[in-house]
């Protein structure tokens, strides 16, 4: 269990910590950012202008308001006063349209004038003005998908903490599987593709029916062994706030394993791995001293774990900007190896979930 572990890290979590974003763009491609937001007012009128407001030459923000019962329509009529490269394509409520994102996801994209797309959700802030040029300096003609990291905001409370490893621990996983030539995702608050690869993806018709899988199953379906690379830049971190409920944060965790059931075996294989082995390290050696059996080589091999936690997988955290898990980042992985499974073993049978 100890060698599937070190395996991991040195082949896979290593791959992330020594990246380096590539700007191979000489000339920026014009780009639109698409944003898809029901009942979002007060989000709309705090945030949409960081990303109005971006350093870019030419963009467009495409603003798809879902179905708002609040005032979302008349922010958005006002900004679009003040500035002439906001698009909002507003869908009134109806009965016969979803809750779901990938309606208006569909509909903004297509509606989009240029060719290269960036994604965000409302709720989310660019950490700076750079966000969209870092962002597009990582698409080429090969390059058609950039896999991107959004943070939740550091707050106080165990909540807080605990939200925010859950979302390191996937970011670190779904960025080193990337560089490791296995892409099973990105998240929708941050990452882009081109409006080509969309439609020759037929969007999101194979998964349609399916709440989620907008950032899953999509890149799955579009990730090929060289389309595809990942974001770490700083500036390109766009963050958002984190659920104040343990209910609320439940809920929203069940709505993302709705998508699990559907990935390929191999990859559901290559995720269980990692958590399974790390338990299976610390239980064996648990029953070693329980015995006292505890060798100098089995000694040996624990803290040589523990060290290579520490300076590959904690530093990705550093690069990722939670130092203050990195810290403790052995008794967190744990903690999460043990969180993660039973979140998804609880949460999955749940038949019903909605997008607010």
């Not at 990582?138 to 707050?155: A, D, H, N, S």
């Not at 998240?187 to 690869?197: F, H, L, W």
């Not at 069940?254 to 390290?281: A, D, E, Q």
């Not at 904690?314 to 903690?335: I, M, N, Q, S, T």
């Amino acid at each position: 269990m100890a060698c599937l572990q070190l395996v991991w890290i040195l082949f896979i979590y290593l791959r992330l910590l020594t990246h380096k974003d590539k700007a191979e763009q000489v000339q920026l491609a014009p780009i639109s950012v698409i944003i898809s937001a029901r009942n979002e007012e007060d989000n709309l009128f705090k945030l949409l202008p960081a990303v109005l407001n971006q350093d870019y030459p030419t963009f467009e923000v495409v603003v798809v308001n879902h179905q708002s019962t609040d005032d979302s329509k008349f922010i958005l009529q006002a900004y679009q006063q003040d500035y002439d490269n906001l698009k909002v394509i507003h869908l009134e409520k109806s009965k016969h349209i979803k809750n779901g994102k990938k309606l208006p996801l569909t509909i903004g994209i297509k509606g989009a004038k240029y060719k290269h797309l960036l994604l965000t959700d409302a709720d989310c802030k660019p950490s700076s003005k750079y966000w969209i040029k870092e962002m597009a300096a990582q698409f080429t003609e090969q390059k058609e998908i950039v896999l991107g990291y959004g943070p939740y905001t550091k707050e106080k409370g165990i909540l807080n903490r605990i939200i925010r490893l859950d979302t390191v621990m996937i970011a670190m996983n779904y960025l080193s599987y990337a560089k490791a030539k296995l892409p099973y995702m990105g998240v929708g608050r941050n990452m882009g593709y081109t409006k080509s690869i969309f439609e020759k993806n037929s969007g999101f018709k194979s998964h349609y029916a399916i709440q989620s899988g907008d950032d899953d199953l999509f890149i799955q379906e579009v990730a090929q062994k060289n389309n595809y690379t990942v974001c770490l830049d700083p500036a390109t971190f766009c963050s958002s706030p984190s659920e104040k409920t343990w209910e609320d944060w439940y809920r929203q965790k069940t709505r993302h394993f709705t998508t699990t059931g559907h990935y390929k075996v191999f990859k559901k294989m290559m995720l269980g791995i990692y958590p399974l082995s790390l338990i299976l390290v610390y239980t064996s050696f648990s029953i070693l001293c329980l015995n006292y059996q505890v060798s100098l080589v089995s000694l040996c091999i624990l803290a040589l774990l523990l060290i290579l936690k520490w300076s590959i997988q904690g530093r990705c955290l550093v690069r990722l900007k939670e130092k203050g898990l990195a810290w403790l980042f052995p008794f967190w992985d744990l903690v999460y190896a043990i969180l993660a499974p039973s979140l998804y073993y609880t949460s999955e049978k749940k038949k019903k979930v909605t997008w607010k």
